[in-house]
């Protein structure tokens, strides 16, 4: 049992810590917002299900027979499917450490209001599109951002994308989340939000908050036909997938599609800071972020970039959707079979397929493997 036994005893030490970190961070958020911006129906908390996710599978680990000898490449499907779920939890601190690098600006005194400014903004448009949700990759913007072009003539070739994140939402729902510094077209600091659509990224608006003067907005304008382009998820209404397609398509009047069209448009590029031009002081807040950053263990979640990383991105979105249905497909065959040992190598084997990389390992070989070793190379190739 050695191995195993050394896992479950850094797994609770880390289960304690992670808790400990999502509570700490939730407290820090709560602070900024005390006063008159108080709101109940935000989600200062950012990342609860994880804190109900660690509990929950501590009390698994305190419970389960892990004395009993596992085989050197047989478990249990659910060993399999904890050791996606430990990942999907690093997935969520990272969050957590986004959103941490956010406050160290914002708490320091070493930053002048303006940076300070920078950072809650921020803070509020990603903590409520991300919350719950999984931070899968970071592409950080190293090319050197040539202040000097003007703005009319900066285009995406220009490194005007600083960051470009891809996140999993709380429905599961795919997104990538770009802050941009200003460029053709949009002379402004804002966000993009797309998402990967028929082979080819999208553009999405950033949510409307779920309250009663959107919904009595959007009620006017849509009626009974709202759920045709938007739906609702935790407290905010989000743009459907390929919203402009869709609402061509609409039965309704044009001046309301021109109304729900300029609507779009603008949450496409969603400004970060409002009635405010300064790029100088943009740069330097970026550069304080990517800092931070950089300086955190974000392992495996960090990619610096001097491209636009559009066909890494996409390629990213796809790993990720086949390794969703292969997890869901294990947590289905773990309710149906939770106490029958399995060849694990096997199943691992099955997502190597499914993703392509089953060319880089022999597959015999790999079938002698301990499980540890298989989880190697999950690690390597996969995360």
């Given amino acids: 049992m050695g191995e195993y036994e050394e896992v479950y005893k850094k797994i609770n030490s880390k289960i304690a810590d992670l808790i400990f ?15 008159k911006e108080f709101n109940f129906s935000k989600h200062y908390a950012i990342m609860p299900d994880m804190h109900k996710y660690l509990i929950y599978q501590r009390n698994i680990q305190s419970t389960k027979d892990i004395k009993k000898l596992i085989g050197k490449n047989n478990c249990f499907i659910s060993d399999i499917v904890l050791g996606f779920e430990l990942l999907i939890v690093k997935r969520k601190t990272d969050i957590l450490k986004l959103i941490l690098a956010l406050i160290c600006i914002y708490k320091s005194y070493e930053y002048e209001e303006y940076m300070q400014d ?23 913007q190293m090319k050197e951002y040539n202040i000097e072009i003007p703005m009319d003539e ?10 470009s994140i891809i996140f999993t939402a709380s429905n599961d729902d795919i997104y990538l989340l770009r802050i941009d510094l200003p460029h053709k077209g949009e002379e402004k600091f804002h966000l993009n939000l797309q998402e990967y659509i028929n082979g080819k990224l999208l553009a999405t608006g950033y949510p409307l908050d779920d309250d009663i ?37 609409m039965n309704i009047g044009q001046e309301t ?7 779009f448009k603008y949450r496409c590029h969603y400004p970060i800071v409002f009635n405010v031009n300064d790029e100088n002081k943009y740069v330097e807040f970026l550069e304080e972020m990517k800092e931070y950053l950089v300086s955190f263990d974000l392992e495996g979640s960090i990619i610096k970039s001097y491209d636009k990383n559009t066909k890494n991105i ?29 060849n694990g190598n096997k199943y691992i084997w099955e997502l190597f397929k499914g993703l392509g990389l089953n060319k880089r390992i022999d597959e015999e070989v790999f079938m002698t493997y301990s499980l540890s070793e298989c989880w190697k190379y999950v690690d390597e190739y996969i995360f």
């Fill in 314 to 342: 996409e390629e990213e979105v796809i790993k990720i959707r086949i390794i969703q249905m292969y997890i869901n497909k294990l947590m289905e065959g773990m309710e149906k079979s939770t106490n029958t040992t399995v």
């Fill in 213 to 249: 003067k959107n919904n009595e907005k959007l009620r006017d304008l849509l009626g009974n036909k709202f759920d045709e382009i938007f739906f609702r998820n935790e407290g905010h209404i989000w743009f459907k997938a390929d919203f402009e397609n869709k609402l061509e398509k």
């Fill in 21 to 35: 970190i999502s509570n700490g961070v939730a407290d820090y958020v709560m602070d900024i917002y005390r006063g």
């Fill in 154 to 163: 900066r285009g995406s070739d220009d490194a005007t994308t600083r960051f």
């Fill in 257 to 263: 599609k021109k109304e729900l069209l300029m609507l």
């Fill in 118 to 140: 920078y950072a809650k903004q921020l803070i509020d448009l990603i903590q409520e599109i991300m919350f719950c949700g999984e931070i899968h990759k970071i592409y950080i």
